[in-house]
């Protein structure tokens, strides 16, 4: 039963340009909405979050958006760097952490 | 700053053998957990625990054991290991909803 959901495996974005991540989930309960950023061999490190009662927030380049009637959030990164490249996880979960994940979305910064 | 340290880094079992991954956090976090990691995938629950003497079941917790003695380490136990349970490891904490993670342990079983 898979509550969070990424359909794309993966996107490729030129340096400077705009990533959008997007993630659907399906539990109307969830209370925190997280991304995880990775990189190989490397366990995931937390990037940025938004509670259920709000709809936008930001840190630096990163934002993310939640739209909860569409049970839908995404995540804008402005603009793309080369160290960006990574695979981005988005997770949703309570108050104190216990998460789960979707599946990833490998993403690739080029010149 | 160690933050959430996990050992061994990399491990090949033979089917049937047993092992334990350990954790260990120095950040004081009361919520611990425990998710593996196949390719192509998201991370899944295995364990978690809420302090010391308390665990409990998450997504994916058959062929496994946990306890929880104390507030920084947080052991996980393979019994019998599987093929299926090839996969990475990684053991995280947290005190509120933003969950700090290991490095993860590679696990291979032949």
């Known amino acids: 039963d898979q509550q969070v959901k990424q359909n794309s495996p993966s996107l490729s974005v030129q340096e400077g340009r705009i990533s959008i991540l997007n993630c659907d989930y399906t539990n109307s309960m969830f209370d925190y909405f997280l991304w995880y950023k990775k990189y190989p061999a490397e366990g995931p490190t937390f990037l940025i979050s938004i509670s259920s009662i709000k709809d936008k927030n930001e840190d630096g380049r990163f934002t993310v958006f939640l739209n909860k009637s569409a049970k839908h959030l995404s995540l804008h990164i402005v603009p793309s760097q080369p160290g960006d490249s990574a695979v981005y996880f988005c997770?949703?979960?309570?108050?104190?952490?216990?998460?789960?994940f979707g599946a990833g979305t490998q993403v690739v910064v080029t010149p | 700053n160690a933050g959430v340290t996990q050992t061994p880094k990399f491990r090949i079992l033979k089917i049937g053998q047993s092992m334990t991954l350990q954790c260990a956090q120095d950040?004081?976090?009361?919520?611990m957990y425990w998710y593996r990691q196949d390719p192509g995938m998201g991370l899944k629950l295995i364990y978690y625990?809420?302090?010391?003497?308390?665990?409990d079941k998450g997504e994916v917790p058959n062929g496994y054991n946990v306890s929880r003695s104390t507030t920084e380490d947080f052991p996980l136990r393979l019994e019998l290991a599987a093929p299926s349970q090839t996969s990475v490891y990684f053991c995280?904490?947290?005190?509120?909803?933003?969950?700090?993670f290991g490095q993860g342990t590679r696990l291979t079983v032949v």
């Open positions: 995280a904490s947290s005190q509120g909803p933003e969950a700090f």
């Open positions: 625990s809420v302090g010391a003497g308390i665990t």
């Open positions: 950040m004081n976090h009361n919520y």
């Open positions: 997770a949703a979960g309570d108050s104190w952490g216990k998460l789960q």
